[in-house]
Nanobody, 123 residues
Framework: QVQLIESGGGLVQAGGSLRLFCAAS????????MGWFRQAPGKEREFVGA????????YYADSVKGRFTISRDNAKPTVYLQMNSLKPEDTAVYYC????????????????WGQGTQVTVSS
């Protein structure tokens, strides 16, 4: 069992930055790929990025590449999403999730999910 709690969301102006935190419980956290997803009102859940258990391989959606950075600390254990140069289209509820099999990009392949944290980017 893995429990995930996101925090760090809020309201920021376009061009600003936010850092999201996902605190995890469970001794097996270090064996999971961790993903970040987001969902805007009326839209499907969208892949943002993922980080392998070792932290050595990181995947990003093209829409955030170069602006967002994923990292993890398996000792805490916590996964982070640093978001820079934010745009209004980044506005969404952001979720972290954990998986140890399947794809890195499909929500259905992630078994554990946090409750989400709201990110709003004003123009």
């Amino acid at each position: 069992q893995v429990q995930l709690i996101e925090s760090g969301g809020g309201l920021v102006q376009a061009g600003g930055s936010l850092r999201l935190f996902c605190a995890a419980s469970g001794r097996t956290f270090s064996s999971y790929t961790m993903g970040w997803f987001r969902q805007a009102p009326g839209k499907e859940r969208e892949f943002v990025g993922a980080i392998r258990s070792s932290g050595g391989t990181i995947y990003y959606a093209d829409s955030v590449k170069g602006r967002f950075t994923i990292s993890r600390d398996n000792a805490k254990p916590t996964v982070y999403l640093q978001m820079n140069s934010l745009k209004p289209e980044d506005t969404a509820v952001y979720y972290c999730a954990a998986r140890n099999r399947g794809s890195y990009y499909a929500p259905r392949d992630y078994y554990y999910w946090g409750q989400g944290t709201q990110v709003t980017v004003s123009s």
